[in-house]
């Protein structure tokens, strides 16, 4: 098993031409329209009418181009495992190649959660088509019915007669056979690859051994490097610029300057770096300059006095509360937080007149391309972006702000460029987790039923920071969602589960402090108002309440749940792009302090493809949820973020990680979202935990800067 | 400007450079090593970890000037095949996630490997501590480092 990296579509070509002729099969990965894959040699294989491509070599090779930007999700090893699992190939002769942006491809892009849900059927579809032709060769070959031959491990079987041919041999013949217009795919208790905990990372060796995978290990011959210095405080804009020192430095070319930027150009990074210290810029206020402080005030102030959007609303609010028992009230805030991936951002461009080349890692490279494309005006067709390893994306490289800040640079100087952010750079310059504070209300009757639920979310350039469909929408007869947004020079973007990474924290410990009140045990509490949605839903629901259950009951039994003396539990559930996960947190005390012992998840994200790259990928969630709850801020004076580089920047580290348990529900649906759905719940599971052992409630991120974590008793 | 002769890999380099440049930078711009990765550029993450006699050290903030004659190994250099019993590990613990910082990973516990080769759990988590992955691959860094253990 190798991958291979740096080709282009040509090159894939010409290496088929060189593994000899063999088939090329063009199918379309996405589009759920193109269920027929069309069959062409090699030497059409460029024909544009096709959108990706499996080929198998006379000599055997196995060849599957994965599209999507790969920055460790791994859709590089699980991709080509829905394949090859129809294709019943042997995983050992496959060779997968990370393709560049291509028309051909749809749905080219990493986030949402959504590759490997988008794609099943068609990869499942593009496996089992060419598997049927194998066999149909192999069959025409030795005059037996089609239905008596099998495919298993690369060959075509005949068991009566005990003949036998690999695909190899095969696939020229099989190349001539119509396209069957459907295809039978395999039941899933047959499944070899998929589901298994067998396969590994395609890319591991070359991860292992410091190959040149990721956009910042791009180099090219005469190319420049390039830093941008841009205005420190969001509010400010560039008034002018002294660059003659700078530009006197050894190694520096040039200082060029565009919209608020001015740009230090030069023949090495260091030199680059250190000559950017030089610059004289003077900045003037365009907006207002703003800081923590003010925006804790205006949170406070918006949440009573802002105009607020309805997002949902279910009877009658008012009446349910003016009837209740009892009234519980909960309010939670969190502080934008940085993407901070390990790989700052950066990326290659060389517009040249007759068009332009972009390398580098995007989650959006067809969203880079039209975006250059208008910016400078250049036709897309005149524009190739090659999609490097991403090192890390959470969201930021969704945005192609460095990919069109190295284009425009290039354009000016009219030289290849490669421009690159220091971690600095990356952490003041916005596209952050927005500031939220959220104000939950619930109304209890005399029986400590639900009677009643507000929520009001107060956003820092949030969009909508409610999830209105979401539990508990649709087990309450009175509920009333709504939001007031403040729109800030301090710019946001997606962050990993955007939004549910903290409304999920703030929902599930706020249904904590309810099932509390209403004297009910939480896990009980939650399937109780389950039970109640699936009796008499009200409203809209979006979520399925049979599997929510599943994931509550086998988490509280993997748990312990309820059973154990010796940790405080707290548990959490949460639905998002569209899967369930359940968690359960154990926390001790330690020298006064709760410290989180261990994590149990219990997933339902359908079919898994790769156990043990799910598994790894829950476990990051939980880490990633964890680690930013507990520890990570983002504060702003005049405009300025405090924090800049990991130093004060706080990120969770080894020695802080719980131990996680990760199980998955095995019910057989077709995939749903994986890469993001473990986040969310962690926040709220060991919130709730902190409580039961603590008595007090979390309520605002960082955790540690509450005072639970101050009190030494 | 100056002409630095540097041993890495257990090969004569040579860098044209300014004499603070760090380590860093002249592997990855004037050397063609990329393997070892910018991360924060002040010593806090450990993706730009590399050997200097047999030490792991920080080459971002390491000044090629203070080098001299100083054994350097990067992660191109820490096998011939890519088959130490650090990165057999990581293949079989299927450690990576986005991979960046594991080169970084992979120098630091070689480094520990080297001066304790059966370091218990909360050694390799005291070690390891230094080594920021963004993914949260630390279970299995863990593992992994565990594992390579038992093959040295």
Same mark, same amino acid.
């Given at each position: 098993m190798k991958s291979t990296t740096t080709n282009s579509r040509r090159d894939f070509l010409k290496m088929s031409a060189i593994t000899g002729g063999g088939l090329v099969l063009g199918f379309n990965w996405f589009s759920a329209e193109a269920s027929a894959p069309v069959v062409f040699s090699s030497v059409v294989a460029g024909d544009i009418n096709f959108n990706s491509y499996l080929s198998i070599a006379t000599d055997g090779a196995i060849t599957i181009m994965s599209p999507n930007p790969e920055l460790g999700q791994n859709i590089i090893t699980s991709f080509p495992m829905v394949v090859a699992e129809e294709l019943e190939a042997d995983w050992k002769m496959v060779k997968i190649l990370q393709a560049n942006l291509d028309n051909k491809f749809d749905r080219q892009l990493t986030g949402g959660s959504g590759a490997v849900p988008h794609s099943w059927k068609l990869l499942r579809n593009a496996g089992a088509t060419a598997k049927f032709m194998l066999i149909e060769a192999a069959a025409q070959k030795w005059a037996v019915p089609a239905s008596e031959c099998t495919a298993a491990n690369s060959f075509v079987n005949h068991s009566r007669s005990g003949k036998k041919l690999g695909f190899g041999e095969l696939a020229e013949a099989a190349s001539k056979i119509p396209v069957p217009a459907t295809v039978k795919l395999k039941d899933r208790k047959d499944f070899k690859l998929i589901g298994k905990s067998s396969i590994r990372n395609v890319e591991n060796l070359k991860i292992v051994t410091g190959k040149p995978l990721f956009g910042l290990d791009f180099y090219r011959d005469g190319m420049v490097f390039a830093m941008i210095q841009r205005p420190e405080q969001f509010g400010m804009k560039l008034k002018s610029f002294d660059g003659s020192i700078a530009k006197s430095m050894p190694g520096i070319i040039d200082v060029v300057s565009f919209k608020n930027n001015v740009a230090v150009v030069g023949k090495s990074t260091w030199q680059v770096l250190k000559a950017r210290k030089m610059l004289k810029i003077e900045y003037e206020k365009e907006f207002a300059l703003e800081s923590t402080e003010d925006h804790d005030k205006l949170f406070l102030n918006l949440m009573d006095n802002g105009q607020a959007t309805v997002r949902r609303k279910d009877g009658d609010v008012d009446a349910a509360f003016k009837n209740a028992a009892k009234v519980i009230k909960g309010e939670?805030?969190?502080?934008?937080?940085?993407?901070?991936?390990?790989?700052?951002?950066?990326?290659?461009?060389?517009?040249?007149?007759?068009?332009?080349?972009?390398? !580098?890692?995007?989650?959006?490279?067809?969203?880079?391309?039209?975006?250059?494309? #208008?910016?400078?005006?250049?036709?897309?067709?005149?524009?190739?972006?090659?999609?490097?390893?991403? !090192?890390?994306?959470?969201?930021?490289?969704?945005? @192609?702000?460095?990919?069109?800040?190295?284009?425009?640079?290039?354009?000016?100087?009219?030289?290849?460029?490669?421009?690159?952010?220091?971690?600095?750079?990356?952490?003041?310059?916005?596209?952050?987790?927005?500031? $939220?504070?959220?104000?939950?209300?619930?109304?209890?009757?005399?029986?400590? @039923?639900?009677?009643?639920?507000?929520?009001?979310?107060? !956003?820092?350039?949030?969009?909508?920071?409610?999830?209105?469909? @979401?539990?508990?929408?649709?087990?309450?007869?009175?509920?009333?969602?709504?939001?007031?947004?403040?729109?800030?020079?301090?710019?946001?973007?997606?962050?990993?589960?955007?939004?549910?990474?903290?409304?999920?924290?703030?929902?599930?410990?706020?249904?904590?402090?309810?099932?509390?009140?209403?004297?009910?045990?939480?896990?009980?509490?939650?399937?109780?108002?389950?039970?109640?949605? #699936?009796?008499?839903?009200?409203?809209?629901?979006?979520?399925?309440?049979?599997?929510?259950?599943?994931?509550?009951?086998?988490?509280?039994?993997?748990?312990?749940?309820?059973?154990?003396?010796?940790?405080?539990?707290?548990?959490?559930?949460?639905?998002?792009?569209?899967?369930? $996960?359940?968690? $359960?947190?154990?926390?001790?005390?330690?020298?006064?302090?709760?410290?989180?012992?261990?994590?149990?998840? $219990?997933?339902?994200?359908?079919?898994?493809?790769?156990? @043990?790259?799910?598994?790894?990928?829950?476990?990051?969630?939980i880490v990633d949820g964890l680690g930013h709850a507990m520890y990570s801020k983002l504060s702003f004076r005049d405009g300025a973020a405090d924090q800049n580089n990991y130093n004060t920047y706080r990120l969770i580290r080894m020695k802080e990680i719980p131990e996680i348990e990760t199980h998955f529900v095995d019910n057989g649906i077709d995939p749903t979202g994986l890469g993001e759905p473990a986040l969310p719940p962690t926040g709220g599971a060991v919130a709730n935990a902190i409580f039961k052992a603590t008595g007090k409630r979390v309520r605002n991120q960082p955790f540690i800067e509450e005072d639970v974590f101050k009190t030494i008793s | 400007m100056a002409i630095y002769k540097l041993q890495v890999n257990g090969k004569t380099l040579q860098a044209d450079v300014e004499a603070d440049t760090p380590l860093l930078w002249v592997l990855r711009d004037h050397l063609g090593l990329v393997g070892t990765k910018y991360g924060c550029g002040i010593a806090q993450c450990g993706a730009c970890t590399v050997h200097v006699n047999g030490s792991a050290t920080r080459s971002c903030v390491y000044p090629v000037s203070a080098i001299g004659n100083s054994q350097v190994i990067t992660i191109e250099g820490l096998s011939e095949k890519g088959d130490h019993p650090l990165q057999k590990a990581w293949d079989e613990i299927d450690v990576a996630q986005c991979g960046y910082c594991q080169a970084g990973q992979i120098m630091t516990a070689a480094a520990l490997l080297k001066q304790n080769p059966k370091p218990s759990m909360d050694e390799i988590e005291v070690t390891m501590n230094g080594n920021i992955c963004r993914c949260g691959a630390y279970h299995r860094i863990r593992e992994a480092v565990k594992l390579a253990s038992t093959k040295i």
């Open positions: 939670y805030q969190c502080p934008f937080i940085s993407h901070s991936p390990m790989e700052p951002m950066n990326f290659f461009a060389h517009v040249r007149p007759d068009g332009v080349e972009l390398v !580098g890692p995007t989650q959006t490279p067809g969203r880079a391309r039209a975006e250059i494309s #208008k910016l400078l005006t250049i036709p897309e067709d005149k524009i190739t972006v090659q999609i490097t390893r991403l !090192g890390g994306g959470f969201g930021r490289r969704l945005y @192609n702000d460095f990919a069109l800040e190295a284009a425009e640079l290039s354009s000016i100087i009219k030289a290849p460029v490669k421009l690159i952010w220091t971690k600095e750079d990356d952490m003041t310059a916005g596209t952050y987790r927005p500031a $939220v504070r959220y104000r939950f209300e619930a109304a209890l009757d005399a029986s400590g @039923n639900l009677t009643g639920y507000k929520l009001r979310g107060v !956003g820092i350039n949030s969009g909508n920071p409610t999830r209105e469909n @979401n539990f508990p929408s649709g087990a309450v007869e009175n509920l009333l969602i709504d939001s007031v947004e403040h729109k800030s020079p301090i710019t946001t973007g997606a962050w990993r589960a955007p939004i549910t990474n903290f409304l999920a924290f703030a929902e599930q410990a706020f249904v904590d402090e309810v099932a509390q009140a209403a004297g009910k045990d939480p896990v009980q509490f939650r399937l109780d108002l389950l039970a109640k949605a #699936k009796k008499s839903p009200v409203g809209d629901i979006r979520y399925d309440i049979s599997r929510m259950e599943g994931v509550i009951k086998m988490v509280a039994e993997k748990s312990g749940w309820g059973k154990k003396k010796d940790v405080s539990q707290g548990f959490s559930v949460y639905f998002s792009h569209a899967s369930y $996960v359940a968690q $359960v947190a154990d926390v001790v005390m330690r020298a006064g302090l709760p410290v989180v012992k261990k994590i149990y998840a $219990v997933s339902d994200c359908g079919q898994v493809v790769s156990l @043990n790259g799910a598994s790894h990928q829950v476990m990051g969630g | -």
